[in-house]
């Protein structure tokens, strides 16, 4: 109750604060990318619950001849970039906050998909509410590889607590002005989770077969 608390206060502050930015935002995202300037996708909440997220757009919906999206390094542009790197594309999730989807600092809301493709442990990400920030963004955010991000995930959920919330609140705005972690490496966005390989999978792969 004390952290549902704290998110309602601090989304409804950060909003209140925060209104002229987002409509600036608002404005030059219509220009640079056109509509719709937010970005609004399902994602697994709370046990796995899903809801709308909302966030500001970051890619132009250019297409090849096929008429296919071309791959996401063609569609992020400069501001694009920009606004993934400062993370003002996110700033739309504080109306998530409010409506109890998500929390200030929880694990990232993934994609649905993703869903089937965890392992048990994984799963229990899924524990807690997903969060603006969270403390694999925290230890590398996009940088990482999967199985590293899902256990920090995990880690989260096992010690949570107010005081690591507000130390993940202060590295978050550290590694914002850091711009650290933006993508992975060799990629424009994070690369697609398709689950952990089963044992057999590993030992064959460890052998080099």
Request: glycine share 8%; proline share 6%; aromatic share 8%.
């Amino acid at each position: 109750m004390a952290k549902r608390i704290f998110d309602l206060v601090a989304s409804a502050c950060a909003l209140l604060v925060l209104w002229p930015l987002l409509a600036v935002l608002y404005l030059v995202s219509w220009r640079m990318l056109g509509r719709p300037v937010f970005f609004r996708q399902r994602r697994p909440g709370l046990h796995g619950k899903v809801f709308n997220l909302i966030k500001l757009r970051t890619m132009s919906d250019a297409r090849g001849p096929d008429g296919q999206l071309l791959p996401d390094a063609q569609r992020l542009d400069s501001y694009g970039r920009f606004l993934r790197s400062t993370s003002l594309d996110e700033l739309p999730e504080l109306i998530n906050i409010l409506r109890g989807d998500m929390s200030v600092v929880g694990p990232r809301p993934l994609l649905v998909r993703y869903l089937e493709r965890y392992s048990p442990e994984q799963a229990r990400r899924h524990e807690v509410r997903p969060g603006l920030t969270g403390w694999a963004q925290v230890k590398g955010r996009n940088a990482l590889s999967w199985p590293e991000r899902l256990a920090l995930d995990v880690w989260y959920v096992d010690n949570r607590s107010f005081w690591l919330d507000l130390k993940i609140i202060l590295l978050t705005v550290r590694a914002v002005l850091l711009r650290e972690g933006i993508s992975a490496q060799g990629e424009a966005t994070m690369g697609e989770f398709m689950g952990e390989p089963a044992t057999g999978e590993q030992d064959r792969g460890q052998k080099g077969e």
